[in-house]
């Protein structure tokens, strides 16, 4: 890496801001996340003795779910945050999980040797950092060569509901504004093969798949959560200070998706961009 670019990875580093926080509302999401719904397209690839490296692992039940399909391996989380890698410890421990650890680290500068992992997973990373194209090059460098790197990140322009709402109009276009204010890239999951095609990596499968959103149960988890998120996590705090929205719009915002949520034929789904890549042996 030339000095400009050892420049602009750490300023990408410095600058990049996690949306969302930690909010509870936020990790009501998090926490409902498994490798079933939300790593299907990698689970075919597993075999029980690999070494996993889950990169911006949250709260941990992915993680766990990895670690419990590789019995004879070995996985570690692995988040910039230290706080939520208690809750991501208190996840495996409740599960019985021996082969699983975590670690406080940042995606642009794994500290770990060249060729470590079988896979190097990161589920919902890469929208959120200064440099995509760095941090694969960078999961790249730890995974063994014929290992996979695998990433899935959801496309925020391409998520879609019914029935129309200018309430919900206008928090999408506020959500893709602040999330580029704070350095990251809400669209990434259109973006990840161009991604990983410029970090190096050359045997790329890209693939789709969706969240849906329905059943009166699901209409009021999803919605709930969005309309708590949009008022008192980070993201609102964000939203307000860097004067993107007001206090009033926030809520206006929050009450469309509390709206949305009580329609019967609300209907909300989430595209997701995929990529497994194998790293050339």
Not at 57 to 67: Q, R, S
Not at 244 to 257: C, I, Y
């Amino acid at each position: 890496m030339s000095k400009a670019d050892e420049s602009t990875s750490e300023n990408a580093r410095e600058t990049a801001v996690y949306t969302h926080g930690h909010h509870e509302s936020v990790l009501r999401s998090h926490t409902w996340r498994t490798a079933a719904n939300s790593a299907a397209y990698l689970l075919g690839s597993l075999k029980p003795h690999m070494r996993i490296l889950d990169v911006g692992c949250g709260p941990g039940t992915i993680t766990a779910d990895l670690a419990a399909l590789v019995p004879d391996g070995r996985v570690t989380g692995v988040d910039r945050a230290p706080e939520i890698l208690e809750q991501a410890r208190a996840t495996a421990a409740g599960r019985g999980l021996t082969n699983v650890d975590f670690a406080v680290a940042d995606v642009h500068a794994l500290d770990f040797p060249d060729d470590t992992f079988c896979v190097v997973h990161a589920h919902q990373v890469l929208q959120h950092v200064g440099d995509p194209v760095g941090a694969l090059r960078e999961m790249r460098r730890v995974t063994k060569p014929g290992g996979f790197v695998a990433v899935r990140d959801s496309d925020y322009a391409a998520m879609t509901w019914f029935p129309a709402s200018q309430g919900m109009d206008a928090w999408l276009d506020l959500y893709r504004r602040v999330a580029r204010a704070n350095g990251g890239e809400p669209d990434a999951g259109r973006r990840l093969k161009s991604w990983a095609l410029r970090a190096g990596l050359t045997d790329v499968v890209a693939t789709s798949s969706t969240w849906t959103f329905s059943t009166p149960d699901e209409r009021a988890w999803w919605s709930g959560l969005w309309a708590d998120r949009t008022l008192a996590s980070a993201y609102a705090e964000r939203a307000t200070e860097g004067g993107h929205a007001s206090a009033e719009q926030l809520r206006a915002v929050s009450e469309a998706w509390r709206e949305w949520g009580r329609r019967e034929e609300g209907w909300f789904s989430v595209l997701h961009g995929e990529i497994l890549c194998r790293k050339d042996a």
